[in-house]
RNA sequence: GGGUGCGUCGCAUAGCGGCAAUUGCUCCAGACUGUAAAUCUGGCGCCUCCGGGCUUCGCAGGUUCGAGUCCUGCCGCACCCA
């Protein structure tokens, strides 16, 4: 096995021009990008997840990739193979758990074929999957049970996971409707939720991040994450010119054609961001009750749409937050 | 010029005379075991030995044990009549 076992993680938050750092590494050192992104996996939805354009011409410079990754086939942009980006329909439920299988496999593959693996993507979770080897329960999402516990408050969800597992209950957010139901789902299941060993960070010194580069290593690799740290002025530019871009591109077209393929709204915003926002703007649903009341009478549908671009916005930076909080969180 | 209404902590809102004062948004911080762009928590006048202390509701007075809440005047804004 030798060396071949070196695989290169590139994080940061939305905006942080990931991706183009990816492509480069990956020209230079003769790597392979497997995208960490909890959006981009989806067909159609393009511009509001910020794919890199596919390249026009298909096709991969030697040696090809194996068609049992995963069954995926990457696509490629800027000549590099682009891995778990557009595999799935939006219909489809997806999960951490499915993606660590597939990108596990993808990741073989590559090393296999004595090329780099760069993990690049923003959702730390599904990065924390592979990098820890998080061994996720084998349960599987009983819809009919989620549907019924739905139902009930928190507080009845937090004592019925007391009562089945109390160490779980322990440690969880007693308040997370999602997170308890889970729990249970597991605990119904398996008896309890096993407790996760997560391999403690070989990095000295990582917790300053971001910027940060540090090494870490599972059972079957080894890592080198590095995470892109802009100032919180630059960031937040950056999302704004991409915002007001992505929307002169045509991102109102885009949730339009999904919809009209025949996904609910409700299911539209559950993907979040501009997800969200647009469906209540093409519903005529945008609220204007905190705009001032002099703007309010302008009332147009320039208006409008000021007013939705700005909420995308925020919404962005809400997110990149919730993304530095992630990456920078103690294990 | 006359009439009416309104001025509350960034914005927007609530507030029978007992209130440091409601709610939403923004903002700040945080969590995260198969939804993670999701989901969730805390903070948000100032100070604090966390018991409390101090200063607030356009401005200035007044009535009251007590006023954001009532009265008077002023300033500002909105609308209506001229």
Same mark, same amino acid.
């Given at each position: ?34 995208? @960490? ?6 067909? +159609?939805?393009?511009? +509001? $997840? ?13 040696? %090809?990739?194996?068609? %049992? ?33 597939? @990108? ?14 760069? &993990? ?6 599904? &990065? ?25 408050? $928190? ?51 990582? =917790? ?8 870490? %290593? ?12 802009? =100032? ?17 591109? +045509? ?22 961001? @501009? ?33 939705? &671009? ?14 530095? $909080? ?6």
């Amino acid at each position: 096995m030798s060396i071949l076992n070196k695989i290169l993680v590139i994080l940061g938050p939305t905006s942080s021009g990931k991706s183009d750092i990816a492509i480069k590494i990956a020209k230079k050192f003769n790597g392979e990008i497997i995208s @960490a992104d909890s959006r981009q996996i989806y067909r +159609g939805m393009d511009i +509001g $997840t910020g794919k890199t354009p596919r390249d026009k011409k298909l096709g991969f410079e030697e040696p %090809r990739p194996s068609r %049992r990754a995963g069954g995926i086939e990457p696509w490629t942009a800027h000549g590099i193979p682009h891995y778990m980006i557009d595999i799935i329909s939006p219909r489809t439920e997806y999960n951490v758990a499915k993606f660590k299988k597939q @990108a596990e496999k993808v990741i073989d593959d590559i090393l296999q074929r004595r090329k780099l693996p760069i &993990i690049c993507g923003g959702t730390g979770f599904w &990065i924390q999957a592979i990098v820890d080897d998080i061994n996720f329960p084998e349960v599987k999402p009983d819809w009919r049970l989620r549907k019924k516990l739905e139902k009930y408050p $928190t507080a009845k969800l937090f004592s019925m996971l007391k009562k089945m597992d109390p160490a779980r209950a322990n440690n969880i957010d007693s308040k997370n409707k999602v997170r308890l139901i889970r729990a249970i789902e597991i605990c119904k299941s398996i008896g309890k939720v096993p407790v996760l060993d997560v391999i403690p960070s070989a990095a000295e010194g990582s =917790s300053q991040i971001p910027p940060l580069t540090s090494f870490s %290593r599972n059972d079957k690799w080894m890592f080198l994450q590095i995470g892109i740290k802009l =100032s919180q002025q630059e960031l937040h530019d950056n999302i704004e010119k991409r915002v007001k871009l992505r929307f002169k591109q +045509g991102m109102i077209k885009e949730v339009r054609n999904l919809h009209q393929q025949g996904l609910s709204w409700k299911k539209i915003q559950s993907f979040g961001l @501009a997800y969200f926002w647009i469906p209540l703007y093409l519903q005529k649903k945008l609220s204007f009750g905190e705009l001032r009341a002099e703007a309010r009478k302008e009332k147009s549908l320039a208006l409008e749409k000021r007013w939705l &671009i700005e909420k995308v916005i925020r919404a962005e930076k809400n997110y990149a937050k919730r993304q530095i $909080t992630w990456f920078k969180r103690d294990k």
